[in-house]
């Protein structure tokens, strides 16, 4: 190898050294600014009007996946326990064939929820969409956010930023699924992290705003 290319090798390495240090400081500084708004328990979490439950994959037989089955029915039970009065389904509904937010509908109803108590959005692209579309569109102030452990510090701080009075209730994940599965997600976390940060207080994004004011408090 050429002292040239020696070179652009070693820079190249420090890049991703750096690159790496700035994900994992990011997502240090998120986890630790929100470490008192996050729960493990029902019976932990304060009350709050609303549970927004993020979305994740669905099969394709309308089936959810076990993370966001686990979702729902951490969902169902703060619903059960009183501990909300209303369940705000948002997720991935961007072309005809692929539809997040029915299929976790689908789920509640067979479980006892009444339609009423649910409203869906259907425009929850990714975390960000989902909480600033929450409190543009919907209305919200003052929710608990339902998603896995992993996920739950972007969530809460994402909604917090953007003006929702939000606690989470997180759905253990580490020792529940399999560990490759946990690297990858964990990983792709720092990196969402730096993402929020940036269009939260750089960029500035404004989320997709199709639907009408629905008003849940």
């Known amino acids: 190898m050429s002292s040239r290319a020696k ?14 240090v700035a994900c994992i400081g990011v997502q240090a500084y998120v986890v630790l600014a929100t470490g008192a708004s996050r729960y493990a328990s029902v019976a932990a979490v304060p009350s709050r009007p609303v549970a927004l439950v993020f979305g994740a994959y669905v099969m394709p037989d309308g089936t959810l996946s076990a993370m966001l089955a686990d979702r729902v029915d951490a969902a169902i039970a703060l619903y059960r326990s009183r501990k909300v009065d209303h369940l705000l389904f948002s997720g991935d509904n961007s072309r005809p064939d692929y539809d997040e937010v029915t299929a976790m509908l689908a789920y509640a109803l067979r479980r006892g929820v009444p339609r009423d108590a649910i409203t869906l959005d259907y425009a929850g692209f990714d975390t960000y969409d989902s909480c600033y579309r929450a409190r543009a569109i919907f209305g919200v102030t003052r929710a608990i956010l339902v998603t896995q452990e992993y ?40 990196v969402a992290d730096v993402k929020s940060i940036w269009d939260l207080h750089v960029r500035h994004r404004e989320a997709t705003l199709m639907g009408s004011y629905v008003g849940l408090r």
């Not at 606690?167 to 990983?187: H, N």
């Open 7 to 20: 070179r652009a090798a070693a820079v190249l390495v420090l890049a991703g050294i750096f690159v790496a």
């Open 151 to 190: 996920h739950m510090p972007r969530a809460v701080y994402d909604c917090t930023t953007l003006g929702i009075d939000a606690v989470g209730l997180a759905t253990q994940d580490w020792g529940v699924y399999d560990v490759p599965m946990m690297l990858t997600y964990t990983a792709r976390e720092s």
